[in-house]
């Protein structure tokens, strides 16, 4: 999604996938959130724990802030959102940063930073709160554990193709498996990180308006972003993980109309 802290988002992905991620879970399964089947083979339980390690990396790294009026907004805002989503067994835990970056992320069990930056570029609760929902949205789409294995998956069988491959190839079995992986990458896994950011807008619309937030916020807040960042260079969308801009405001018209 735009607002991304992907530095901590690899991060944490290595992590777990250096870990004992794997649990008696059922590789394909509804999703009750958006009503649609997922791959998923990581249990929430090792993306939680794993996700409060790097959270409290977060806070270690990055200077949180000491307004404390900017604080409790944000947990105001954040508590009423969360409590409306229905993830009411999270230990939901909303923090502002001392940043001047336009950005926010969430991490599995429910842990959301905002940045300073993006606090003050909010005009007013209501476009704090369609952040917020689009945040909580990832968490209840279970975004995080499904995009984790769509990669695990990548990885063992692009190591599965090599060594098949080599036994046909040789010395160019590598760069076969290289060439598989990418056009893995940008088939299966960019294509459902786009979605993932779309259903993240749709949930997170749905529960800013149950917490009495408008959804014209949403789509007001995400004008003036596409607005801001229309000078700066832009990867294509079809290599882009996030939806192109026109894409995403069409999206957001039809939920806000």
Known sequence: MPLQLIRDRRTLIKALAAGALFAPVAACSENPATGRRQFVIVSDEALAGMAAQTWAEIQRSTPVSDDAALQARLRRVGARVAERSGLTGLDWEFVAFDSADINAFV??????GFFRGLIDFAQDDGEIAAVMGHEIGHVAARHAAERVSQQLAVQAGVQA?????????????DDAAAALGAGLTYGVILPYSRR???????????????????????????????????ARAQPLAWLSTHPAPDDRLEALEALAG
């Open 107 to 112: 991490l599995p069990g429910g842990k959301v």
């Open 161 to 173: 193709a090599a060594m098949a491959l080599s036994e046909n190839l040789g010395e160019f079995a």
């Open 196 to 230: 993932h950011e779309l259903e993240a807008d749709r949930l997170g619309v749905g529960y800013m308006e149950a917490a009495s937030y408008a959804p014209v916020h949403a789509l007001a807040f995400w004008r003036r972003m596409i607005a801001d960042s229309e």
